[in-house]
Nanobody, 123 residues
């Protein structure tokens, strides 16, 4: 059973920062990667950042490169998303997600989701 709980969302002015946290349950042994996704009203969900559980390799959407940083603490079973230089277009519901199995980790591999945390950036 995989359970993901996000926290840390809120409202911030443009240029500000937020740090999202995701508490995960379940073993990390077979977990391939963790990720953060977001969905703005009227838009499709998009992948923001992902990190390989074992080797720690990180990948980012072009829209957040240089501003967002994903990290993990496997001992605590936690994943984080540090968001700096926030823009109004970053406003969305942010979801933590997990992917299991072997091989390469792609945005389409994520099958376990949290409930989401809202991030609102005002101009």
């Amino acid at each position: 059973q995989v359970h993901l709980v996000e926290s840390g969302g809120g409202s911030v002015q443009a240029g500000g920062s937020l740090r999202l946290s995701c508490a995960a349950s379940g073993s990390t042994y077979s977990r391939k990667c963790m990720g953060w996704f977001r969905q703005a009203p009227g838009k499709e969900r998009e992948g923001v950042a992902r990190i390989y559980t074992r080797v720690g390799s990180m990948y980012y959407a072009d829209s957040v490169k240089g501003r967002f940083t994903i990290s993990q603490d496997n001992a605590k079973n936690m994943v984080y998303l540090q968001m700096n230089s926030l823009k109004p277009e970053d406003t969305a519901m942010y979801y933590c997600a997990a992917a299991y199995g072997g091989g390469y980790c792609d945005w389409s591999d994520f099958g376990h989701w949290g409930q989401g945390t809202q991030v609102t950036v005002s101009s």
